[in-house]
């Protein structure tokens, strides 16, 4: 064998970062409480949204500290969009600043189905956990999410791609991200929560999205799909 290609082999392999697409059935683990490790989600172009359903699979043990489970910033705001678990256990959805807190139980060790849907015209935000809905609140009404964003997992960002912040990192696994440009049905966020729907979103396609991931983060199978 050319003695080369091992090395090549070997240097694709550890580069810190890389790009790829497509995470079907597979999840992003993120290991340390660190500002290095993010992975950067290529999103579908939107030029902006009044309405969104963004759904994710997470589990974390982090329990003293708040921190970003999705950030979306752009040039105009670092808080475009945000879902952020806090300490208490609320999850604030930020559109450019925190207009939702919903008491939910709080992310552990189990690995859960969350979804966030919003709207802007009568600002009514619900959240859904393992296919059950929360209570609705109205919050962002008349507001919209403005494209040409970066999409982060596993860091804050105090500017589009970059200025994470240690203290607001998720350590822990997450997967099956997808985001729609609109309210999902509550019969397909029930069938989402049971693991094996067969369309992603269109805005972020777990199975197809392509991404760019920086520091350690693992990538594993998570042999939820049972189907
Ligand atoms: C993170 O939090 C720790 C403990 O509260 C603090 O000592 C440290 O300065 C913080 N780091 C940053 C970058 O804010």
């Known amino acids: 064998m050319n003695p080369f290609i091992p090395i090549v082999l070997w240097i694709c392999i550890s580069l810190p970062g890389y790009d790829s697409a497509g995470l079907k059935g597979k999840s992003l683990i993120f290991l340390t409480k660190t500002d290095k490790d993010y992975v950067k989600l290529n999103a579908a172009d939107f030029s902006s949204l009044t309405a969104f359903t963004v759904c994710f699979r997470a589990a974390s043990e982090e329990s003293s500290r708040d921190y970003s489970l999705l950030s979306y910033a752009t040039g105009a705001n670092n808080n475009e969009l945000l879902i952020w678990q806090k300490k208490t256990?609320?999850?604030?959805?930020?559109?450019?600043?925190?207009?939702?807190?919903?008491?939910?139980?709080?992310?552990?060790?189990?690995?859960?189905h969350?979804?966030?849907?919003?709207?802007?015209?009568?600002?009514?935000?619900?959240?859904?956990?393992?296919?059950?809905r929360s209570l609705q609140k109205v919050g962002g009404k008349g507001l919209t999410v403005k494209g040409s964003g970066v999409f982060i997992l596993g860091q804050e960002q105090d500017k589009p791609g970059g200025r994470f912040d240690i203290n607001q990192s998720f350590v822990g696994e997450i997967t099956d991200v997808?985001?729609?440009?609109?309210?999902?049905?509550?019969?397909?966020?029930?069938?989402?929560?049971?693991?094996?729907?067969?369309?992603?979103?269109?805005?972020?396609?777990?199975?197809?999205?392509?991404?760019?991931?920086?520091?350690?983060?693992?990538?594993?199978?998570?042999?939820?799909c049972k189907f």
């Open 178 to 224: 997808n985001m729609w440009d609109h309210v999902l049905k509550s019969t397909d966020i029930e069938l989402l929560s049971q693991g094996c729907f067969s369309t992603g979103g269109n805005i972020i396609d777990w199975s197809t999205i392509g991404f760019t991931s920086g520091g350690n983060v693992k990538i594993e199978d998570n042999n939820d």
């Open 89 to 112: 256990g609320q999850l604030t959805l930020y559109l450019k600043s925190p207009v939702v807190d919903i008491s939910l139980p709080k992310i552990d060790g189990l690995l859960r």
């Open 114 to 132: 969350v979804c966030v849907n919003w709207e802007s015209q009568t600002g009514v935000v619900t959240a859904w956990v393992n296919g059950r």
